[in-house]
């Protein structure tokens, strides 16, 4: 099984700042056929379900702010929140689908500082 | 607008069983992929199983495995989860998801607000 880490637990950012989350794949989730990554990142706030950000490591599903940028390639991920806002306070996923199981990371936990 | 709503969660005891159901609107079910995440209380995402649009293929966490199994009526625009042999371990919010297309092997692109499952004597 692929295992998925993330760093760091949790961290607090000053409203407008850049907030960094990092995953990390145990083996590579660049699938060499399409040259995609196999990697999403979620959103979830308190008392809600998980939105999807992030697919293919780097493409925007519609409707989520511009702030939200996801890079990196093969084993080593980050989504970036380029200027926080009040409503990005949430736990943030990262979860690989190029193989079973489809695991997830443990999760990035944003506040306010 | 995609809509899943999810039922059948409630308290059942150790070594019992329980059949969740999911009720899929706003889009062309048969053409998707369909999946169950749960998140036990204050804990993360676990990926609890998926099957394809035609329902021909189920993929199973090793934690779930030979005890639940997911199923789909594409003329009912319904997922299912049959749970049995349940233990503590699995009390959780269990979410039916869609995946973004015929295969497992996407992202999960919309939630439902989940369904509460406990396990307790």
């Known amino acids: 099984d692929i295992v998925m880490t993330q760093s760091p637990d949790s961290l607090a950012v000053s409203l407008g700042e850049r907030a960094t989350i990092n995953c990390k794949s145990s083996q590579s989730v660049l699938y060499s056929s399409n ?7 979620y959103q979830q706030k308190p008392g809600q379900p998980p939105r999807l950000l992030i697919y293919w490591a780097s493409t925007r599903e519609s409707g989520v702010p511009d ?5 990196g390639s093969g084993t080593d991920f980050t989504l970036t929140i380029s200027s926080l806002q009040a409503e990005d306070v949430a736990v943030y996923y990262c979860q690989q689908y190029y193989s079973l199981p489809f695991i997830f990371g443990p999760g990035t936990k944003v506040d306010i500082k | 607008e995609v809509q899943l709503v999810e039922s059948g969660g409630g308290l059942v ?6 059949r969740l159901s ?33 329902g021909i293929n189920t993929y199973y966490a090793d934690s779930v495995k030979g005890r639940f199994t997911i199923s789909r009526d594409n003329s009912k625009n319904t997922l299912y989860l ?3 042999s349940l233990g503590v371990e699995d009390t959780a919010i269990y979410y039916c998801a869609r995946t973004a297309g015929g295969s497992g ?17």
């Open chain 1, 35 to 41: 040259n995609k990554n196999y990697l999403a990142w």
């Open chain 1, 67 to 71: 702030r939200f940028s996801g890079s």
């Open chain 2, 13 to 18: 005891q150790p070594g019992g069983s329980l």
């Open chain 2, 22 to 54: 999911c009720a899929a609107s706003g889009f062309t079910f048969s053409s998707c992929a369909m999946t169950w995440v749960r998140q036990a209380p204050g804990k993360g995402l676990e990926w609890v199983s998926t099957i394809s649009d035609n």
């Open chain 2, 82 to 84: 049959q749970m049995n």
């Open chain 2, 105 to 121: 092997y996407l992202p999960v692109d919309y939630w439902g607000q989940g369904t509460l499952v406990t396990v307790s004597s």
